[in-house]
């Protein structure tokens, strides 16, 4: 399960937000991934604002992008706002790519 669980990351590494130039997972939006039974996957997420402008489109994409990886069945999906998003949630990564 840990394989599967790196390939979701790796693919969640290739979308960006689209008004940040770092891809979300080092933005700090992913906040659970978890691999069960059946090679279904859960993901809680959050968005930078309840008001982000892509807030219907991007977890469309991170699911549709998820299922694309061979061995995943499933996608479920949760948008969470609890905790809020902030900067102190972005990788190191990300904190240097904007200069924070």
Same mark, same amino acid.
């Given at each position: 399960m840990g394989d599967l669980k790196e390939e979701v990351i790796k693919k969640i590494k290739t979308i960006y937000d689209p008004e940040i130039p770092v891809n979300i997972y080092d933005l700090g939006l992913?906040?659970?991934i978890?691999?069960?039974s059946d090679n279904k996957v859960n993901i809680d997420m959050?968005?930078?604002s /309840?008001?982000? /402008?892509v807030a219907e489109s991007l977890?469309?994409?991170v699911k549709k992008n998820i299922l694309e990886i061979k061995d995943v069945s499933e996608v479920n999906l949760q948008?969470?706002?609890d /905790?809020?998003?902030d900067k102190t949630k972005m990788s190191e990564t990300a904190k240097l790519e904007l200069n924070l």
């Open positions: 992913i906040y659970k978890e691999v069960i959050t968005l930078t /309840p008001n982000c /402008p977890p469309k994409s948008l969470v706002w /905790p809020p998003w």
